[in-house]
Each structure stands twice: as C-alpha cells, then as structure tokens.
C-alpha cells in the first residue's frame, strides 16, 4: 500500500458499501492489486477490522489511515511458513470470541485462534447457495469443515448436517457456531479423523448424503502421517466421495492452489469417475476483486 492510501480505500470501501448490510457484517473492504492496493487486504468483522499484508512493513500513511478510523485493527502478516495470530495495530483490543454475521447467520470470530479467524469470506456466495439448495429431510456432509461454516448454513435451511475434520478444538468451535444460531448441535454429527477414511467408512455403512462440501487444504498431513496435495489427490478424494453420494445430490469441490488452473482442477474432477458428471463452476463473491484464486465447482451426475 502505498501513500495514496487516503484516496484509494475510501474508494475501495465505498464500492462494498451495498455489500453491508443488518444481515452482513463480514466483508473483504480492500482486495490488493484489485483495489490498486497491491499486497494488502483488509477485511470487516462485525466492527473490527483484520488487515492482512504480504510484507512485514507497514507504510506509515497506512498506520496513520488506520488509526483514523473507528474500528480496532489487527494485523496479520501473510506468511506461509510462519502462522501466527493477528497482532493489535490500532484501536482497543479485542480479546475475546465474538460474533460477525453473514446473510444473517452468527459466526465465532477470533483474533487469538492463529493464522485463521473462524470463517473464509471467499466462501460466502458458495455457503449462500448451500443453504438454498438444503431443505429439511436433506443430508449434507462438510468434509475438512474447519469452524463448520457450510454446516451451519446447511442446518439453517432445515438439513441434517454431519461435521468432519481432524481437530476436535474446530468441532467444538462448530457446535458453538450451531448454538450461535438456536441450532442444536444434538441434532446434528461430528466426526473427528481424516477425511478419507471417514469416506470409505461411510461407503461400507450404506451412508449417503444430498451434499457434500470438498474444500481441503492444499496441502496437509492425516494422524498418521499420510500426505496430501490437491494436484494429485484430489481425483481419488472426489471419487470417495461420489461414492457416497445421494441419486439427485451434488458435491462442491474448492481448492485456492493457484498452481492448479481451473481447466486442469476440472480435469481431475471428471476423472474421479466412469459415469458421465456435469461439472458448474462458480466465480468468487464480488468484494474479491483481484485475483480469482479460489475455484469452485459443483459437482453432479450428468442427468440427476
């Protein structure tokens, strides 16, 4: 960011404008080079405020910008071998969980929780359509759930939702999101353990669900020690979870690797099975204004 800062955020901001709202409070103001603010992002949570940069130097103008405002900063520094929590850049510190809402559902937010705060606001579009397509008597499963977001927004279109990944403290922070919204966690699944061989399990049990939320890390380590990499594992993961997958159900596969490009992530989509799957893909919410990183496709059976 540079010291145009004064004249380029208002701008940025203004444009998100529409974006806030009683029932929204959880939107990306500042999206780098799309806002000509390379290598910096700054995001809302209820009223406070999360920046995120690609350097450890803040420009002064910056700091001074920030201070301006009436909303307590944090900073956190993009990193990929060194994730640490955000750390207090302006403002009073928030030093415990609180609530930021989203197309009127409460999720947990954290400043203290590490590299991530609770919930991804790229997945916003994606968790919106989930909740439309979800119905009561409908089943979905949110495979690497991390804080349970898509879950929450499965059950609070009636669905009966089951919760998976490898941390218990992030199916805890799940169960709490459910009570956030008079939802009761009781009424729903958790399961705790590596994701594919929670697939294989359910496939033996005759398990199947109307949904099903592919969105793994790009990289990651099972209990075990097993390794996996989007760019070559994704394939047999879609295939485990077609497998166990309703006859009219779909399945929302994500990754954020920007090594993978949308031809190629499809590619391996098509090849996780021997019938014929019709694939959608879905653009990014429109405070993402730069990049295009994340990709989404929903996955179904060709016919259903």
Known sequence: MDRSVRKLAPIALAKRKALLNPNTDAVRLIDGIGDQLPGTILEAFADHWLLSTTSDFIDPEV????????????????????????????????????LAKEN???????????????????????????????????????????????????AMAGAETTTLDLSQP???????????????????????????????????????F?????????????????????????????????????????VLCCTNFKKLSPHHFEKQLFAASSRRLRAVHSPMPDDFSGESYLKSVWLTFDGA
């Open 170 to 208: 992030y199916l805890d922070w799940a169960k709490r999101n459910l009570a956030h919204n008079q939802l009761d966690p009781a009424a729903h699944h958790f399961c705790k353990g590596d994701t594919f061989h929670w697939l294989r399990r359910f496939a033996k049990q005759g398990r199947t």
């Open 63 to 98: 700091r001074q910008w920030l201070r301006d405002q009436p909303h307590s900063c944090y900073w956190k520094r993009l990193d990929q071998h060194q994730k640490e929590s955000p750390v207090l850049l302006s403002g009073k510190p928030v030093t415990e969980p609180f």
């Open 210 to 250: 109307d949904g099903i939320v592919l969105d793994p890390p790009t990289f990651s380590r099972d209990e075990k020690g097993k390794v996996f990499r989007v760019e070559s594992d994704f394939t047999e993961l879609a295939s485990l979870a077609l497998d166990v997958l309703a006859p009219g159900g779909w």
């Open 104 to 154: 009127g559902i409460n999720y947990e937010i954290s400043f203290q929780s590490g590299y991530s705060q609770g919930i991804f606001l790229d997945q916003r579009d994606n968790r919106a359509e989930v909740r439309r397509r979800m119905a009561p008597g409908l089943k979905l499963l949110n495979t690497f759930a991390y804080t349970g977001a898509f879950s929450v927004s499965a």
